[in-house]
């Protein structure tokens, strides 16, 4: 039983559902896998703010033209009824994210992902203005003068710009670059092209600049259900506690086994890199991105010391227990099964694609009818779609039947690019050359500007049975 009074001597516990976050100040870093995040930045930034600015047959290389549902791919036009094709391209890319995780991790958080190159560039751009971390730290916790507003003011300026630069650039694969630079210059953009440019620019700004390791931690769905993806042969970034372990400082040059320590020397600076805080020393994390700054921090330690590279590094978990690493294995060979047969599909469909689309629909009013001569006749309306990007002119034929005979527009259908035209036709034939009360028939729809267009389409001739 308690005593009376007991609950005024304990005060009530209170605890915290989200932590408050503590700025990290990641420390710049050089190497080899920094290098090749660098040139990863450049090459994905370069290609997404290059590409509008590129032209191909006669417009932009790359152009997503909503209002006139044309979208543009390095001389390819694509309308709605291709998106079959968005489609296959969308499951390449989630079976290859599954599969190169399968393999060595979170290659795509590391190097290639949005959050991660634009936090790339807003650090760089920070550092440029701020100077390294010890400084932006010291300035952050010291006064707030002229000098602090000052230097923070023109880092955000910058930051704004970029971001505004990114907005455009993205609002520019949807509007024509060019046309959008005017229409910026003027002050003459429309309401959605300006809510996107400052939509996205905010977004940007907002997740490259202040929220960063928030987004890899909380917000992307990818951290929590990699695990599934990963077994004992998949590489990760790890410490190798057998020959790190027990740490402790030590002279430069000093060998490990003389003063009974591990290479691990506790510098601390594989902490101090890390762009989402975390101590790889502990063990794989989910909240690790893969981007390989502690080994590059490590093996610059390793050098100053004189011990061999490798105390943090790619490596998987057979092999840090010994085991050998299978590479091939059963998951791989199904992911690159799959991967084989849809992105063979998706390249057999664009070679073979056909930018032609027809419909035939027959008079459901009735069967067939009879002429005055005897003929048997059935009434069919085509809907031609020109998916072409330039103005066609086709003519049709019509086989299948001995004797058919087609009362119609056959030559000269013109129809522009993205147009639909209805082609009312009736097709008459001898009862006698009837073999059945339903017999093919086949509708061939040829470019007379550009032969290789063609397309057959299957339909079916209704008609009495002469006995």
Not at 89 to 118: D, E, H, K, N
Not at 150 to 162: N, T
Request: hydrophobic residues 40%; charged residues 20%; glycine residues 8%.
């Amino acid at each position: 039983m308690s005593q009376p009074g007991a609950q005024e001597n304990n005060p009530p516990i209170e605890e915290e559902l989200y932590k408050k976050r503590e700025k990290i100040y990641a420390r710049e870093v050089h190497g080899a896998f920094a290098a090749l995040r660098l040139l990863t930045v450049a090459v994905l930034l370069g290609m997404y703010y290059g590409i509008p600015w590129v032209n191909w047959d006669g417009h932009q290389a790359v152009l997503f033209d909503l209002p006139a549902r044309k979208f543009y791919i390095f001389g390819l036009t694509f309308w709605p009824q291709d998106f079959f094709y968005l489609s296959m391209l969308l499951i390449i890319a989630a079976i290859s994210l599954f599969m190169f995780t399968a393999l060595a991790g979170r290659l795509w958080c590391g190097y290639a992902c949005p959050q991660t190159v634009w936090t790339e560039i807003y650090m760089w751009i920070e550092r440029k203005i701020e100077g390294g971390s010890r400084k932006q730290k010291k300035r952050d916790h010291g006064p707030r003068n002229a000098s602090f507003y000052g230097i923070k003011i023109g880092k955000h300026a910058a930051w704004l710009a970029f971001s505004l630069w990114t907005g455009i650039s993205f609002v520019g694969y949807f509007t024509p670059i060019q046309e959008l630079w005017g229409s910026i210059l003027s002050l003459n953009t429309g309401p959605w092209e300006t809510f996107w440019i400052f939509f996205y620019g905010f977004a940007t700004y907002g997740n490259a600049g202040f929220m960063r390791e928030q987004v890899c931690i909380y917000m992307c769905p990818y951290a929590r259900f990699q695990s599934a993806m990963f077994d004992h042969d998949t590489l990760i970034i790890s410490y190798d506690e057998k020959r790190g372990d027990p740490r402790g400082s030590r002279k430069r040059g000093t060998p490990s086994a003389d003063i009974g320590k591990g290479d691990c020397i506790d510098c601390g600076l594989c902490v101090q890199v890390c762009p989402v805080g975390i101590d790889i020393r502990d063990g794989l994390q989910y909240q690790c991105i893969g981007c390989a700054a502690c080994i590059d921090v490590c093996d610059e330690v390793m050098d100053k010391m004189g011990y061999p590279h490798g105390l943090v590094k790619y490596t998987t978990e057979n092999a840090l227990q010994g085991k050998p690493t299978k590479f091939v294995r059963p998951r791989i060979l199904v992911y690159v099964a799959i991967l084989t047969f849809i992105s063979s599909a998706l390249v057999y469909g664009l070679l073979t694609r056909i930018p032609l689309e027809v419909d035939i629909i027959r008079d459901r009013n009735m069967l067939f009818s009879e002429t005055d001569e005897g003929l048997v006749q059935n009434v069919y309306n085509l809907k031609l779609i020109n998916m072409d990007h330039r103005h066609q002119r086709y003519r049709l034929s019509v086989s299948g039947l001995e004797g058919l005979k087609v009362i119609g527009k056959t030559e000269g259908i013109e129809i522009d690019s993205g147009a639909v035209a209805d082609l009312p036709l009736r097709i008459e034939i001898d009862p006698i050359a009837l073999k059945s009360p339903s017999s093919e028939i086949m509708f061939h729809i040829e470019s007379e500007i550009t032969p290789e267009i063609s397309i057959g389409e299957h339909a079916r001739f209704l008609g009495p049975v002469m006995r």
